[in-house]
């Protein structure tokens, strides 16, 4: 056949000579004589005309300079060939296919006819010749069952080989995909020489690996047809159908010694199973990205497998036309020419030029457009959904990190970072790793660049242990989970904290968990967790404990909420140079909590002394120590009083403005700076750990009897009220065995006061009823809620309000005013308290709250259930502004002068000058008469921080003031639960913190009275025992008057270190701040009442006497037994008055109860009375 040389422009015969082997002249070619003797011609000569073709040499073979060369002297090429091989092999398989199921279904349908034949015959002939006919039918069934047998297990073998269900199969998989790539990239390498070309199988290494790995695919595809079930099927697959057109090829390709790209280029529909490849290696797990890398896959493979059509028929021709018409593209020119015909831009620098091409382009526009349509967005989806935070900690070499989870909100994050990564901590090298589900919005991300040096943030969830390995939870040195404080279902939002810590334990046992709770009632559900281990580290901080907890304590010495909020909370100084409220009230703010081990110099002093000395020369304040017991069971003591010594290793928890400062306790060195003045001299020197003794004693607890005996800290003209009564502690044998054991006053652990649960009936009173009574020195609670709102758990406002520290008659009585059905619901949580009362009604109404005398209550405090269940952040607290602001309105007439000018009978005890609760020591001086609501003693619950400037209408702060630095909270009469965020790293960095607080707040809740609580859900009443009542000897916080008494010297331009000296030594009485009038410092009285809070003031700060100053009193034994034992201070403050917290209704002659003859029997017989009531 003539040739053209493909289009390509043959070049001059004379000059484009062929040297041919013997071999292929022997074997191929038929040469003759006037092929070989013809004369040579010009490209440009006329196809008939024949080419020159010099007789071959028999030594080398020359390959011209030319697109495609044949390899034999006549020019003929043997594409057909190479097409042959694949074509006989698909359609001959495929017709051997056909014929052998049309063979099998006559082969059925005769043996069905003839097995229904012999059925008959058996039929007919009766069962004896039917019994002789079945026995070689039976072994003609055997035969074949064996037979089928080993077929199936050849079968079944081949398919355990191909499946990615065992490893074999796995890297067999691997290697097949492995290997395609590798055919696909030698087939990139060839496609840039001719399309046809002569190569020798033996000098060509390119053709020796292809051989290499289709022999491979060879076989493997003997091992597919074996394991296939459908043997049509699978002649029919895709895989099947590139194997059959690119491995029969490349063995004619080293039978001719000549190569054809033909093709190879379906070797790229092999990416398609790429998917697949990575999910047998568990690359892949996420259906995302499946789904990404199959359309990837797909139109890949299809683009490239287009592109290699494209490149065969334009360096070829049309076979019509001579292949005259062809035109050189390289295969990656043919790669630009398909992707700018799918996105239908057509440059028209590269078009087809073959009719085969134009053809194929035609249908190629239409499904390629389609799929470029619908492909192409789809995955830019996928990639733009893709987890920007999906990656991996990477955890770095000695240093820590902790994992924050939760509710990861702005607000949440900036107040927990503003306070982990506080300034006045020491160099926080602790990497904060947050995780959560949810990408964060561009503010959150935002945050997160500022602080990238120690912050990183990872899409996830914790409930997925693949995301908790991602980030490093069992190397993390805790996890922290933040609740959601604004949730409209705290159960809910417990539920799913509860079932995060779950999965964290699940995952790894051993890691410390903090997080926060909203209700008290769900802790008990973690101590369902068996890895949950509070003596670990592990800590649940209850909002909602903390929250009334705080508040409860104000009823008791008001602004403490104030003090011990902005104590636990990082603050930075901000100092004002004007002599204003405000610049004594941020001096105090940057004081936080710290601790820090106590030197070996005040090992054996007695704790007040240490305190002193702490406070005098170092400018610490020292409250409370870590001691430990014989048993190295450790507990913290607040200001344990004299009989303790401290011990060798003891922690020191110090009120201080930075970590820096409270190092000085753990330097000092009595050798080195008991000279030194100036405490920031005081650094680490060269001495040796000494151990300095003031006194004999070890450095244990002293002997009871010795502290009873005297001492240097029982002055003779101490209080005895004020001072430690051993009896107590370890009671005598007159106390025992007159101890009650019908009785139970207190709760089973001793920490709290008890009565018999009462029906809820009983504690009902009517607005009448109310009237009637006189109310005074009381804690009127005004609660907003209904049948459907959630539970705020008010056992936990009334349970520091009856903690066993107080005597009975010193329980200030408790009147709730709100809706019954709410009160219902908590009442099963409050039927063990004694001294509490409901007033069915609403807050807002004026007459409810005449008549629970709200203008003679020591503290009004204004809750709301329903803050929650409003999406208006600016309108959760509306109840209670409108609350406080009535209250605020209100007129009254002077109410104590008419209580004065009663008879005895009817004057609460809290005006009876005789009574011991007006001892300074309780502190409140004596009020004057209320006749208008601002002066009523309020503190008002918020959710929405900002709403704290519509609680007073005379100040002046903005409403983007922090809550901290506003006048209401100054003053302690508003408290927000944002305030309580700063104990999630407080507690982290020292879990002491936490224990700390809840005793200072709770009144002594334990872990083992929480777990009490949990099996019962109440109060278990208890009788009195030595160890039950030794719970008693506990401190609380006072608050002490400076107008008379023991103090008033020191009230009337005093200093405030001389006040502290004097109230340790005398009392062992530990102060630690003022509440102070706000107009104080003003040279001209102001009418004004309103206070604010001074924490840890300086030694040399100056007194006023209207100051009340922060204590931490010790448990007085005297004010229980006899209400007639009265200190030179109380006898000496007549005008000091505290209102006794009681009912006092006007009493009956004839029921009133003969007078008990013993102080034992009297004070029982009063706890009974006021039972009843």
């Known amino acids: 056949m003539a040739n053209g040389g493909g289009g390509g422009g043959g070049g001059d015969g004379g000059g484009s000579s062929l040297r041919m082997s013997s071999n292929i002249h022997a074997n191929h070619l038929s040469l003759d004589a006037s092929s070989s003797s013809s004369s040579s011609s010009s490209s440009s000569s006329s196809s008939s005309s024949s080419p020159s073709v010099h007789e071959p040499k028999m030594d080398a073979l020359i390959i011209p300079v030319t697109m495609e060369v044949p390899c034999d002297s006549r020019g003929q090429r043997m594409w057909w060939a190479f097409l042959a091989s694949s074509m006989v092999t698909f359609f001959g398989g495929l017709f051997i296919i056909l014929l052998w199921r049309t063979l099998k279904y006559l082969w059925t349908v005769c043996c069905h006819c003839g097995g229904k034949t012999k059925e008959t015959q058996k039929i007919n002939n009766g069962s004896s010749q039917a019994d002789g006919t079945l026995k070689p039918v039976d072994e003609k069934e055997e035969a074949v069952a064996a037979e089928v047998g080993w077929m199936t297990s050849v079968k079944d073998w081949a398919g355990v080989m191909i499946s990615a269900q065992t490893l074999t199969g796995r890297v067999l998989v691997v290697l097949v995909f492995a290997l395609s790539i590798g055919a696909l990239v030698i087939y990139f390498i060839d496609s840039s020489n001719p399309i046809e070309s002569c190569q020798n199988f033996y000098k060509d290494f390119t053709l020796q690996i292809d051989m290499a790995f289709n022999v491979f695919f060879l076989l493997y595809f003997g091992l597919r047809f074996i394991a296939a079930n459908d043997k049509l099927w699978f002649w029919l697959e895709v895989n099947s159908v590139v194997d059959f057109f690119t491995v029969p090829p490349v ?103 073959t009719t085969l091409g134009r053809l194929f382009m035609v249908f190629f526009i239409l499904g390629g457009l389609a799929m470029f349509a619908s492909y192409v967005p789809e995955i830019i989806e996928l990639i733009g959904n893709r987890k920007k935070y999906g990656g991996s900690y990477s955890a770095v070499s000695g240093r820590k990190h902790i994992v924050v989870c939760g509710h990861i909100t702005l607000e949440s994050v900036s107040n927990f970072l503003k306070d982990f990564l506080h300034k006045d901590r020491d160099d926080v090298n602790v990497e904060i790793v947050f995780l959560h589900n949810i990408s964060p919005n561009l503010e959150l991300e935002a945050l997160f660049k500022r602080h990238f040096t120690q912050v990183e943030f990872y899409q996830g969830s914790v409930l997925n242990p693949h995301d908790l390995a991602r980030v490093k939870i069992e190397s993390a040195d805790a996890c922290l989970i933040l609740a959601n404080k604004y949730c409209a279902d705290p159960d809910a939002e417990d539920a799913s904290n509860i079932m995060r810590v779950i999965s964290i334990k699940n995952y790894h046992p051993k890691i410390r968990i903090i997080t926060q709770m909203l209700q008290y009632h769900n802790k008990a559900h973690l101590l369902n967790i068996p890895s949950w281990n509070w003596k670990e580290g592990d800590d649940a901080i209850c909002l909602a404990e903390l929250k009334l907890g705080f508040i409860a304590q104000s009823c008791l010495a008001q602004g403490l909420s104030t003090m011990l909020a902005n104590l636990f909370s990082m603050r930075s100084f901000i100092k004002i140079e004007e002599d204003t409220w405000q610049k004594y009230y941020l001096e105090g703010v940057s004081n936080e909590m710290y601790t820090e081990y106590l030197s070996s110099a005040f090992v054996g002093l007695s704790f007040p002394t240490v305190c002193e000395l702490c406070f005098v020369k170092l ?486 006497p209207t100051d009340l100053i922060f204590c931490l009193m010790q448990f007085d034994h005297n004010a229980g037994q006899s209400r007639a034992s009265l200190s030179h201070s109380s006898h000496s403050s007549q005008s000091s008055s505290k209102k006794s917290s009681s009912i006092h209704s006007i009493p009956s002659t004839a029921n009133r109860p003969n007078r008990p003859k013993s102080r034992e029997s009297r004070d029982k017989q009063k706890y009974v009375q006021e039972e009843r009531l």
């Open 619 to 1104: 400018k610490l304040l020292m409250i409370a120590i870590e001691y430990k017991s014989a048993n190295r069971e450790s507990r913290i003591l607040i200001n344990p009083g004299n009989h303790l010594k401290i011990q060798e290793g003891t922690l020191g928890f110090f009120i201080a403005s930075d970590a820096k400062e409270v190092k000085r306790a753990f330097f000092y060195c009595k050798a080195c700076h008991d000279d030194i003045t100036d405490p920031k001299r005081i650094k680490k020197c060269g001495c040796k750990r000494l151990i300095y003794f003031e006194d004999e004693q070890p450095s244990t607890l002293s002997p009871k009897k010795k502290q009873r005996n005297g001492g240097m800290r029982n002055s003779p003209n101490s209080s005895p009220k004020l001072m430690r009564h051993d009896p107590l502690l370890i009671p005598g044998n007159d106390q025992i065995d007159n101890m009650d054991s019908n009785v139970k006053k207190y709760d089973s652990t001793g920490m709290f006061h008890w009565c018999a649960p009462k029906e809820i009936e009983k504690v009902i009173l009517t607005r009448s009823e109310a009237a009637m009574t006189v109310l005074s020195g009381h804690v009127v609670v005004c609660i907003f809620g209904d049948v459907s709102s959630a539970l705020i758990g008010l056992r936990n406002l009334v349970m520091p309000l009856r903690a066993s520290n107080f005597h009975y008659h010193e329980l200030k009585h408790i009147v709730f005013v709100g809706s019954i059905e709410y009160l219902k619901r908590e009442w099963e949580t409050l039927h063990n308290f004694p001294k509490v009362s409901i007033l069915p009604g609403t807050p807002l109404s004026r007459a409810d709250l005449r008549a629970v005398n709200i203008n003679l209550c020591d503290m009004c405090v204004i809750l709301s259930a329903n803050q929650n269940n409003i999406d208006d952040t600016s309108l959760q607290d509306k109840e209670c502004i409108l609350a406080s602001l009535n209250i605020k309105s209100m007129q009254f007439d002077d109410s104590i002068g008419v209580l004065q000018a009663n008879s005895q009978g009817f004057t609460p005890p809290g005006m009876d000058r005789s009574s011991p609760d007006n001892s300074p020591v309780h502190g409140m001086l004596h009020q004057p008469s209320i006749t208008t609501g601002v002066n009523i003693p309020i503190i008002t619950e918020l959710v929405n921080d900002t709403n704290v400037q519509f609680l007073d209408q005379d100040d002046d702060d903005d409403p983007d003031t922090e809550l901290y630095l506003t006048q209401p909270f100054a003053c302690g009469t508003a408290f927000a639960v944002s305030v309580l965020d700063s104990l999630m790293s407080a507690t982290y960095f020292n879990d002491n913190i936490l224990t700390l607080i809840r005793t200072l707040v709770t009144g002594g809740a334990t872990p083992e009275l929480e777990a009490l609580i949990a099996e019962e859900n109440a109060l278990r009443g208890g009788y009195s025992t030595p160890q039950t009542l030794a719970n008693r000897d506990r401190c609380r916080v006072a608050q002490l008057a400076l107008l008379d008494g023991p103090f008033a010297d020191l009230g009337d331009g005093g200093c405030y270190g001389d006040l502290f000296c004097k109230a340790l030594k005398t009392y062992n009485m530990l102060c630690f701040g003022i509440y102070r009038l706000r107009d104080a410092h003003l040279s001209t009285p102001s009418q004004c009442t309103k206070r604010y809070v001074i924490t840890n003031p300086p030694y040399e700060f100056e007194l006023v």
């Open 251 to 353: 063995f004619v390709s080293v039978y001719l010694n000549r190569s054809w790209l033909g093709l190879r280029f379906l070797r790229a529909l092999r990416l398609i199973q790429f998917s697949e490849i990575l999910q047998f290696l568990n690359i892949l797990k996420t259906s995302n990205s499946i789904k990404l890398v199959n359309l990837l896959s797909i139109f890949i493979s299809t683009w490239l497998t287009a592109a290699g059509f494209i490149h065969l028929v334009e360096n070829s021709g049309d076979p019509w036309e001579n292949f005259q018409n062809n035109q050189a593209l390289t295969y990656w020119e043919c790669v630009y020419l398909l992707m700018v015909t799918m996105s239908t831009v057509g440059y028209g620098d590269v078009y087809a030029k």
